[in-house]
C-alpha cells in the first residue's frame, strides 16, 4: 500500500469502529475501501474481520455500564452467536458470495422495518401474551430470539455488513429492555461473531493483509470509544432514526456494488 491507502485504511477503521458500536454496518466503509487498494475479496473480507474484533471490544468496554446485570443474556445469545458465526466464516470459504448476497438487501430492508415499528410491535406481542394468561415473555426472547441470533450470526461470519441492524432490530422487539441496554448487548454479540470468524480464517485461510489488518484494527479501536460516547448520549427515537438511515445506506450499497 501507499501512504495514502495506508491513511485512507485507517480513516476507515476509525468510521467502522464508530458506527459499528452506535450501530453496526462498519463494515460497508472498510471494505470498499480495502478493495480500492487492490486486494482482493476474500482476502479483504477476512482482513476486515479480523481487524475490526478490537474495535469490537472496544466498543462494548465503552458500554460497560450499560452492561451491568446483562451476564446471562449475553452467555445465553453469545453462545448461539458463536455458532452462528463459525457456520458463517465456514460458508465464506465454501460457498459461492451470489448464495448470500442477493438475499442480505432483503434481510436488512425487513431489519429496518422491526426497528421502525418495534415498540408497537413489542407493545401489541405483550399484549397478546398477558391475554393468553401468560407473563411478558421469556426474559431472554425465548427461542425465537435465539434462532434469530443463529442465523443473523451466521451472515455476520459470512460477510457482517449491518449484522449489527439485524442484532438490534431481533433484541429490540422480543427483549423488555431499552435500546442502549440492547446495543451494549449487541457489541458483545458482534464482537464474539467476529472473533470466532476471524480465528477460522486463521486457521484454515492464511491469505491476510497484515497492513490492513493492523490499520483497521487500529482505527477501529479508537472509533469503538467515539461511538460508545456518541452513541450513548442518542435518544431511543434518534437512536432508531440512525440504524435506519445506516441502513438504507447498507442496501443501497450492496445493490450498487
Known amino acids: 500500500m501507499s501512504v495514502w491507502e495506508m491513511l485512507a485504511v485507517f480513516a476507515a477503521g476509525v468510521g467502522a469502529g464508530t458506527i459499528n458500536t452506535i450501530v453496526g454496518s462498519g463494515t460497508l466503509i472498510t471494505f470498499p475501501v480495502l ?3 487492490g486486494l482482493p475479496p476474500v482476502t479483504a473480507n477476512v482482513s476486515n474481520t479480523l481487524g475490526l474484533v478490537p474495535g469490537s471490544i472496544s466498543g462494548a468496554i465503552g458500554y ?3 452492561l451491568k446485570g446483562q451476564r446471562s443474556r449475553i452467555l445465553r445469545l453469545g453462545s448461539v ?3 452462528g458465526g463459525l457456520a458463517g466464516a465456514a460458508l465464506l470459504l465454501a460457498l459461492p458470495s451470489d448464495s448470500f448476497d442477493t438475499i442480505v438487501p432483503v434481510l436488512i430492508g425487513l431489519a429496518l422495518v422491526l426497528v421502525v415499528l418495534q415498540p408497537r410491535l413489542a407493545a401489541a406481542l405483550r399484549r397478546r401474551q398477558e391475554a393468553a394468561g401468560g407473563d411478558a415473555g421469556h426474559p431472554d426472547g425465548g427461542p425465537a430470539l435465539l434462532g434469530g441470533m443463529l442465523f443473523s450470526s451466521t451472515y455476520g461470519g459470512y ?3 449491518a449484522q449489527g441492524v439485524l ?3 431481533l433484541m429490540g422487539l422480543l427483549l423488555r429492555d431499552d435500546m442502549q441496554r440492547i446495543n451494549a448487548v449487541k457489541n458483545v454479540i458482534a464482537a464474539l461473531v467476529n ?3 476471524a480465528v477460522f480464517f ?3 485461510f492464511a491469505e491476510f493483509d497484515w497492513t490492513a489488518v493492523l490499520l483497521i484494527a487500529v482505527g477501529s479501536t479508537i472509533g469503538g470509544q467515539i461511538g460508545a460516547k456518541v452513541g450513548r448520549r442518542l435518544s431511543p427515537t434518534v437512536l432508531r432514526g440512525v440504524i435506519v438511515t445506516v441502513g438504507l445506506v447498507a442496501i443501497v450499497q450492496l445493490l450498487v456494488r
Open 202 to 204: 486463521f486457521f484454515f
Open 64 to 66: 460497560r455500564r450499560e
Open 195 to 197: 472473533g470466532i470468524a
Open 159 to 161: 460477510f457482517g455488513a
Open 35 to 37: 478493495l480500492a487498494t
Open 81 to 83: 452467536s458463536l455458532v
Open 167 to 169: 442484532y438490534l432490530a
